[in-house]
């Protein structure tokens, strides 16, 4: 059964729009948790214009399920990482001047660089994903440094709104899935996916992990975020 991490960037991002201390992520978290989700995500940019260094801390004391930190390769955030033991760490491009994390990171040009993070992270039992484009060359990098998993970036698959090209989007996942399972990989998946968009990407089998953020969190602001998770976790289980 796939599982669903939920990123709570969000909560973080209503917070300081006011730079206060409501509302609280490891609030948000423990909600989530509580309505059934799998795993937490938080992305600790180094700008930090949601989460901050306290949330990541704080979050991993309290969240008992999984607890994913989506990182850049940048050497600061890696001792933090090193230091705060995650469950798991999601490797992401990062450009300061970005609305969210957009393509996917460059494990072919930066593969000496994963293998060596990769290393370190699991010396402290971290296990280690990238987020990538459904490539062969990329899936094929991060399965020569060592990684654990990739997560497909899905917003090629979100963004486009022909059938014949959402058709070609999934195929491109379902290819990228055979070419990392068959690399030893495990397969995750996110960006960009909503209440409306999850069910065809959720029914391509071996896709274990979801990782789903701003559409979760925009529903939440409606209807609470149990009832947010609740319903896209129901849809996760049974697209
Ligand atoms: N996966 C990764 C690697 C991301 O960077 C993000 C955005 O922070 C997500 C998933 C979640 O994307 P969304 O907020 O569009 O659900």
Not at 9 to 20: E, G, K, L, P, V
Not at 81 to 108: F, H, I, S
Not at 184 to 192: C, E, S, Y
Request: a negative charge.
């Amino acid at each position: 059964m796939a599982l669903l991490n939920v990123n709570i960037d969000h909560i973080a991002t209503i917070r300081q729009a006011r730079q206060t201390d409501e509302p609280d992520p490891v609030w948000a978290a423990v909600q989530c948790e509580l309505a059934g989700a799998n795993g937490i995500t938080v992305h600790l940019r180094q700008d930090r214009r949601h989460i901050n260094d306290r949330d990541v801390h704080v979050l991993k004391e309290t969240v008992a399920c999984k607890f994913n930190l989506e990182m850049c390769l940048n050497e600061s955030i890696v001792k933090i990482a090193e230091k705060v033991r995650p469950d798991q760490v999601t490797l992401v491009p990062e450009n300061r001047a970005e609305l969210t994390t957009e393509g996917g990171l460059d494990c072919v040009k930066f593969e000496k660089r994963l293998a060596a993070i990769t290393k370190r992270m699991h010396k402290k039992d971290i296990l280690v994903s990238t987020f990538i484009l459904p490539n062969e060359k990329q899936i094929l990098a991060t399965a020569e440094a060592g990684c654990d998993a990739i997560e497909l970036h899905t917003g090629q698959y979100a963004n486009a709104t022909k059938d014949s090209i959402i058709e070609k989007r999934l195929n491109e996942l379902q290819d990228g899935r055979d070419i990392a399972m068959a690399a030893g990989l495990v397969v995750h998946a996110g960006h960009g996916l909503t209440y409306r968009n999850i069910r065809p990407v959720a029914k391509i089998e071996g896709l274990c992990e979801f990782n789903i953020g701003h559409s979760i969190i925009s529903r939440a602001v409606l209807v609470g975020i149990r009832e947010a998770t609740e319903e896209m976790k129901l849809l996760i289980e049974c697209p």
